[in-house]
């Protein structure tokens, strides 16, 4: 039996990579609850089959698993949020007209984020808001680097359009 | 703005953070370094906040818990017979899919006060059944209900009231479910609740109800308690039968009538006196009663 069978193994799995793969899933689906719930979903399937995953690869599985059951969910239609305001007011000395412009920027650069193609925006909200490299990204996805950075610069091609002079 | 912001070969660079110190500083210096300040900042306004990673593992691993250990499971799968083991299954399947419930239930004549998992509460009326069910994966608190209850509901998980005949969902709230074999009625005494009821959905908020009578529009009500829980049932335009049908569950006695389901009656009777009740509904409807004995009575049209 694998040693990801064992709790303490296997809690210091879920301390190590839940956080990540919450947010990899947040960045495909858009709703914090429902990557949440995958998350414990796909770490529960990592516990029925921890005779079979040693703990070196239990984080490609979780990543794989967790996939699945979001392409599940997205076939059943279940996911209907997408990425949504969750400070609308922020503290701070900026005059209501400046907090105006900021929330609209904010929507603006969020719609162009939401319509990415998925892949695109994965990698790119990963290296933005988790801080991964890309050789972290290319290891956590199971691609190479070179697709990283590829998916990486149709990203950066995509915000471009926020700015027509680009 | 074309001038200032690099192209995509050097911000990936500097993304990845390949830039020497000297490119960096000067990137840093940079007008397009301030708007790519702005992206950042409204980039992480949407970001999920950090994982409580204890309670998150602990809730997790009482779902796995439920499942079972899967070393006493091998054991199990060696010294058992096939059968077994598939039984053994079934049973994983279960408790996987309810992973906490709980059961109350009230005779005739009795009210029940119970205080849910959850830290709502809920007062049974006589001759009710409730179940709750929650679940760690979805979040829902799952209530069945067969009969009437009304709820005090903390606020939280989604809360959701399935009858034979209707659900009510909710988040925090007040609310009045009937939801007998033969009855649905639903009001709402405080903050918003769905009602999905015949394949439609209602939203009611505080002072509305709804009644299977007079369907396609919510009612307004004033109560601020049901009368029930202060021992009176009331009623507005009822089925007389289900009228009786109260008067049998409050007082536990068993009454004959005729067909009465075309006659309505409203009004109201307390739950401490059989005789006067009987009076009054039957001086109103004209009809007459007779005990057989203490425990039957015979009702007659007049």
Known sequence: MSKTCQESTFQQLFIELSERLRNYLYYHCGNGETAEDIMQDAFIKLWEHCKKVPPEKAKAFLYRVGHNLFLDIVKHKKVVQ????????????????????????????????????????????????????????????????????????????????????? | MSDQMPNNQFLSRWMNGELDPEEQQQWENSEGYQQW???????????????????????????????????????????????IAAAILLALAFFFFSPSSQTWSTPVVEQLNIALPDGSEAILNAETQLSYHSSLLNNKRVLKLDGEAFFDVKTGDP?????????????GTRFNVKGRKEAFEVYCIEGKVAVNYRGKEYILTAGQGIHPLDQDKPYRHTTQTPSWT?????????????????????????????????????????????????????????????????????????
């Open chain 1, 82 to 166: 997408k990425f949504e305001a969750i400070r609308t007011e922020r503290p701070g000395p900026d005059t209501p007209q400046f907090q105006i412009e900021q929330q609209e920027f904010e929507e603006r650069l969020w719609k162009v984020v939401s319509n990415m193609t998925e892949k695109n925006r994965v990698v790119f909200l990963m290296n933005r808001l988790d801080g991964m490299t890309y050789a972290q990204i290319a290891d956590t996805l199971d691609i190479g680097v070179k697709a990283v950075e590829k998916r990486m610069q149709k990203a950066l091609e995509a915000i471009r359009t926020l700015y027509p002079k680009f």
């Open chain 2, 159 to 171: 809360f959701i009231v399935n009858t034979a005949h209707g659900t009510v969902e909710v988040l």
């Open chain 2, 230 to 302: 202060q021992g009176i049932s009331l009623f507005q335009n009822t089925p007389l039968d289900q009228v009786f049908d109260e008067v049998e569950r409050q007082f536990d006695v068993n009454i004959k009538h005729p067909d009465l389901s075309n006659r309505r009656y409203s009004g109201r009777f307390s739950h401490d006196n059989l005789d006067y009740t009987l009076t009054i509904i039957c001086g109103a409807m004209n009809l007459s009663y007779n005990f057989e004995d203490e425990k039957h009575v015979i009702i007659e049209d007049k």
């Open chain 2, 37 to 83: 300040q702005k992206i950042q900042e409204a980039l992480q306004n949407r970001a999920l906040p950090s994982l409580d990673k204890e309670s998150v593992y602990s809730a997790t691993k009482t779902a796995i818990d439920n499942i079972k250990s899967p070393s006493s499971f091998v054991r199990k799968r060696i010294y058992w017979t096939s059968g």
